[in-house]
């Protein structure tokens, strides 16, 4: 599955066939991003699933590409909503988090290479460039960042409240293992799956609102809630216009296990303050 040194937002040439009215196209589109907050924000179901239908079948009208694409993305989206999202640490729902969420990417990755034979979806680890001194200095920023907002944000809103207590050794090691590999699948998923397969068809701008709604929406479901949007959006476009410019998996992937390193250490601290206790903007 893994490509390299290949930019796997990057618009491709489509078959030869009328193009429907852009504002419809865009309607499509929203459609099926925007039933992402009735299915994982709002949690209403099945009517979520009206709008995604919905949006899918008016692609296929107008755009044919655009239909493949939109449904790959919607196939995606409904495979993660078979499960709840609500953080759970038990063998179960371990085990019910690792089937879902690995469907979630590998099934569109198939559809999408296999059945429609493009090959949008990449995964590109390497891209051959040096990170760049801006780069290497965005890391700190993201350190900082989070080390000062998000110890205030689940302290003071109780959000931390939406994950598991974790007190004892094993069930700390079982919080680290699945926020990083939630982090890992959130890159995986929402910016080199649904983003790359907008990226295709809409300027970056309008692919990137696109899939932070679906990103957050996802986000809220597992706990980021209360004003909590109000880090994850901003979070999930810049993860988005940062993937648009460096072109590397690897560089917004330790962008975002940077920032979960220090949820991870936020959430370890709110259920056990004797532990990762050097937040200066902890609620006391």
Not at 76 to 104: E, K, T, Y
Not at 163 to 181: H, K, M, Q, S, Y
Request: charged share 15%; hydrophobic share 55%.
């Amino acid at each position: 599955m893994t490509e390299h040194g290949v930019e796997a937002s990057a618009e491709v040439d489509r078959p030869d066939e009328p193009v429907g009215p852009a504002v419809l196209r865009v309607l499509a589109a929203a459609l099926v991003c925007g039933s992402a907050v009735l299915l994982f924000a709002v949690h209403v179901r099945p009517l979520a699933y009206v709008p995604l239908v919905v949006g899918v079948a008016l692609a296929f009208v107008v755009d044919r590409v655009l239909g493949r694409d939109l449904l790959v993305v919607a196939v995606g989206m409904s495979i993660v909503s078979s499960i709840p999202l609500a953080a759970d640490l038990s063998d179960a729902g371990i085990a019910r988090f690792a089937v879902a969420l690995s469907l979630a990417v590998v099934v569109p990755y198939v559809l999408s290479h296999r059945v429609f034979g493009d090959d949008v979806i990449r995964f590109p680890w390497r891209t051959g460039r040096p990170w760049t001194r801006f780069q290497w200095g965005y890391l700190v920023v993201v350190v900082a960042a989070g080390y000062l907002v998000l110890p205030f944000y689940f302290l003071s809103s109780g959000a931390y409240q939406n994950w598991p207590t974790v007190v004892e050794p094993d069930e700390i090691a079982r919080l680290f293992v699945g926020v990083n590999a939630v982090g890992t699948w959130d890159e995986l998923f929402f910016i080199c799956t649904v983003f790359a397969l907008l990226r295709r068809h809409f300027p970056v701008a309008l692919a990137n609102v696109l899939q932070a709604t679906v990103f957050v929406s996802f986000l809220w479901e597992l706990g980021y809630r209360s004003w909590g949007p109000l880090l994850t959006l901003p979070f999930a476009l810049v993860q988005g216009w940062t993937f648009s410019r460096t072109k590397s998996l690897t560089y917004v992937l330790v962008v975002h296990l940077l920032f979960d390193a220090i949820v991870f250490m936020v959430l370890v601290h709110a259920h056990s303050p004797h532990l990762f206790d050097v937040f200066v903007t902890a609620p006391r």
